[in-house]
Structure formats: structure tokens, C-alpha cells
């Protein structure tokens, strides 16, 4: 009940203010494109790796994870709802980059020049109640919403493993008592002993490797499901002719997409701004380092679990689009086994446990950062939302992805008023003498 009462408020607001939130973030890019010249000097500098490493590590850290698989497949299953097969998503979310990913370049390169977190941004160009509502709504989103979609992925994986190789079959209650709270336990005793910036540190340099691994599994992938290519674009093209349209004239694919993108990329929520809050490069280089991790995130996650899982549900018995993601990322996983075998098996899980861990564990950096509270008070509101999100992605996923959607929209509205109105009317202040 809880969650169709979200989904209906959230439903509503993407439906008939999506155009709204279009117009803003091409008011936002074309402002700044014209402007970008009189508010930052362009790099003649030649590039440091040092200094761009830490923004990107913390960035691709944090949005490459276990909960883009989750989050694409559920795209699918809403797609394949309203009349499609689930692979137009690929196409919508196309579109809908166009639109959205050079906000990513905007939201940091206003933040750097006014050397403001977005939380003080906000509260500079808008109001601190405004502010106040974003900050809550970012934290919330991400250490209840992102979090939830790791631990369902980690689950997903212990599952799997347990019912394919033990024969032991978990239900809700040993899912919690011996899956979700072991890494709640570990989590809790990584913040409360301070050690998550070296936990978060290593784990993060992980993730290039990860990513280089996963990236080449599915490069193996492909050339083994070869003759599937064409079929898999013919699949794109059908399903989006098949899409059905939302009240107002928006495709509800181009509505699935920018919540998936946003989910993915974390773009116009302001998280790419505070992971180059400590300003080791220039304005413009730190917006295309955050701009760059958007496209990695994205492409990782879309192209990779579409075309995975369109494979295994056109060739592979017992693979479909199923309301139950547990089914959904197990066909995933048991694709992936059926093509590659184990090589590809243990990137794949690897993938899921390392880069889930990273963004539980990065969640804490934005409660950090975003919360004007003591250090005791940011302890506790994290252990409490991630205690709320795994008891919560046992038995009611569906809550965690419906308020997810409708905290997006919150804090994403929030954040482009605010972007707006700085380009509107406060950007000739950093205009350079």
C-alpha cells in the first residue's frame, strides 16, 4: 500500500513536470556554454593523473555499482509493462542524455567557480529551507535508496550461489539474520572506528581494475552472442514503436530513462559536485573528469546489462522480465554463466560485491558532507537508513525503488532551480576582470 501511494505521487510529478525539468537543463547548458568563457580560464596546463585521480576514484565509485544492473533491469520490466520487450530502454536513455549529461559539466563547474558545496550553493541562490529539503533528500536517497539497490544485488548473489550449489534456499528472515546484516554490522563498524576514508580509499582504487575486467568480460560476451547483434538492435527499434505514451504526450520510455539515468549517473543531484569538493584541478577540468565518470556509469550499466539480458531472455530457458528482481538479476547472472562460464561468473560477482560494498560505504560521504549536524548525529542517521534499507530490500524492494524515483525528483528539481537561477541572475559576479 505504502508503495503504490509513492508510486502514484512520483508518477505524477515525473508525468507533468519532466517537461519542465527538459526546459531547465537546456536553459542551464545553453547559459553556461555561452558564458563558460567569462566565468573560468580555459587549461593550458598539461594533465596531471595524480590530481584527477581522486575525484574520478570517488566518483566512479560511488555510481558504478550493483544497483545500475538492478536499476536497468527494473527499466526493462517497466518497459516490457506498457507493451515492449525492455530493450528500447537503450534508446530512450539516448535521448535522454542529450539532455542530461551536460547538466553533470554545469552542476560542477558552478560549484567549483562559487567554491560552494551544492548544499551552500543552494541555500546562495535559492533559500536555506530549499536547501535544507535537498540536503535531507540527498541523504535519504542515497543511504536509504542507492543502498537499498546494493544490498538487493549482494543478496541476489548469495542466493544465487546458495540455491545453485548448496541446495539451501534463504527466506526473508535468514536473508537478514545471516545476508543483509553482516555487511550493516561491517559497514557500522568501518564509520564508527573512522576507518572508511582508507576502506573507501582502497576499495576505490579497485574499481578501475574492476571496471577494466568487467568491461572485458563483456567485450568476450559479445563475440560469443555475435550473430545475436542484429537482433538485439531489432529488438531496440521494435520496442520503442511499441511504447505507449504517458497523459500529457511524453513517451513514458523518455520518463523510465531519465530516472534510470539519473539513478545511474547521479546527474543533476549535485553528488558529482561534493566528490570534487576538494579541488585539485581547475573548474573546467573538474566538470569534464565528473562529465567523463557520467559516461562511463552510464554506458557500463545500459549497454552492458541490456544487451547481457536480452540475450539469456531470447536464448536462455527460464530467463524473462518478471515483476521479482531477485528473478530478474538471477537470469542475469545465470546468462552471464551459460555464455562465458566461470571466467566470466567470478568478474561478474566480483563487480557485484566489491563495487556494492564501495557505495554503501561511500554513502557515508555524502551524509557527511551534505548534514549540518555533530559527528555523532551523521553516525547515527546512516546506520539508521541503511538498518531501514535492508530490513526493507528483504521483503518490500518495491518501497526502496518508488521512493528512490520520488526522492530523485526532488532533489534533481531542486538542484536546477537553484543552477537556473545562479545563471540567470547571480553569474555575472564571477565574471573575470
Known amino acids: 500500500m505504502i508503495a503504490a501511494w509513492i508510486n ?50 570517488i566518483s566512479l565509485a560511488s555510481k558504478v555499482g550493483t544497483g545500475a544492473i538492478i536499476g536497468v533491469l527494473a527499466a526493462m520490466w517497466q518497459g516490457s509493462v506498457h507493451g515492449g520487450s525492455g530493450e528500447g530502454i537503450v534508446f530512450w536513455v539516448l535521448v535522454g ?48 535508496g542507492f543502498v537499498g539497490f ?38 557500522g563498524m568501518v564509520i564508527v572506528t573512522k ?3 582508507l576502506f573507501i580509499n582502497t576499495l576505490s582504487s579497485l574499481i578501475f581494475m574492476i571496471i577494466l575486467a568487467y ?23 521494435a520496442d520503442v514503436m511499441n511504447f505507449q505514451s504517458a497523459g500529457i504526450g511524453i513517451p513514458i520510455g523518455l520518463i523510465i530513462a531519465f530516472q534510470r539515468i539519473i539513478q545511474i549517473s547521479e546527474t543533476s543531484l549535485g553528488t558529482s559536485a561534493l566528490s570534487s ?25 545500459v549497454i552492458i546489462t541490456s ?48 563495487s556494492g560494498f564501495t557505495t554503501i560505504l561511500g554513502s557515508f560521504h555524502y551524509v557527511n558532507t551534505s548534514l549540518n549536524i555533530g559527528e555523532n548525529g551523521r553516525i547515527i542517521t546512516y546506520l539508521f537508513l541503511i538498518s531501514l534499507s535492508g530490513a526493507l530490500s528483504v521483503t518490500h524492494f518495491d518501497i526502496i525503488f518508488e521512493a528512490s524515483n520520488l526522492l530523485m525528483f526532488i532533489v534533481g528539481a531542486i538542484n536546477l532551480l537553484a543552477m537556473a537561477l545562479f545563471i540567470h541572475k547571480k553569474i555575472h559576479i564571477f565574471h573575470k576582470i
Not at 568491461?215 to 527499434?237: A, E, H, L, P, W
Open 277 to 301: 569538493s576538494d579541488r585539485e584541478n581547475s573548474p573546467r577540468r573538474e566538470a569534464f573528469v565528473q562529465t567523463v565518470s557520467t559516461l562511463i556509469s552510464i554506458a557500463i550499466a
Open 195 to 197: 576507518s572508511h576514508h
Open 307 to 354: 544487451y547481457v539480458f536480452a540475450y539469456g531472455q531470447a536464448h536462455i530457458e527460464g530467463v524473462a522480465l518478471v515483476g521479482d528482481s531477485f528473478e530478474r538479476v538471477k537470469g542475469y547472472i545465470f546468462t552471464v554463466f551459460q555464455v562465458t562460464g566461470y571466467m566470466g561468473l567470478s568478474i561478474v560477482v566480483l563487480f557485484f560485491v566489491v
Open 8 to 57: 502514484a505521487l512520483s508518477e505524477g510529478l515525473w508525468e507533468f513536470f519532466l517537461p519542465l525539468l527538459i526546459i531547465l537543463g537546456l536553459f542551464i547548458n545553453i547559459k553556461m556554454v555561452k558564458a563558460r568563457a567569462k566565468i573560468s580560464d580555459s587549461d593550458i596546463s598539461s594533465w596531471q593523473l595524480s590530481k584527477i585521480k581522486g575525484a574520478l576514484s
Open 97 to 144: 542524455m542529450l539532455f542530461l549529461v551536460p547538466i553533470t559539466y554545469s552542476e560542477v563547474l558552478f560549484t567549483q567557480i562559487s567554491k560552494q558545496t551544492p548544499r551552500d550553493f543552494i541555500t546562495t541562490n535559492l533559500n536555506a529551507k530549499a536547501a535544507t529539503v535537498y540536503a535531507l533528500g540527498l541523504v535519504a536517497l542515497y543511504a536509504f
Open 150 to 187: 546494493q544490498l538487493t544485488g549482494v543478496q541476489t548473489v548469495v542466493r544465487y550461489f546458495s540455491e545453485n550449489y548448496l541446495d539451501y534456499h534463504f527466506n526473508s528472515v535468514t536473508a537478514l539474520l545471516y545476508i543483509v546484516m553482516p555487511i550493516i554490522l561491517l559497514a
Open 215 to 237: 568491461v572485458c568480460f563483456f567485450m568476450f560476451f559479445v563475440y560469443q552472442t555475435r550473430d545475436f547483434i542484429s537482433q538485439y538492435f531489432s529488438n531496440i527499434y
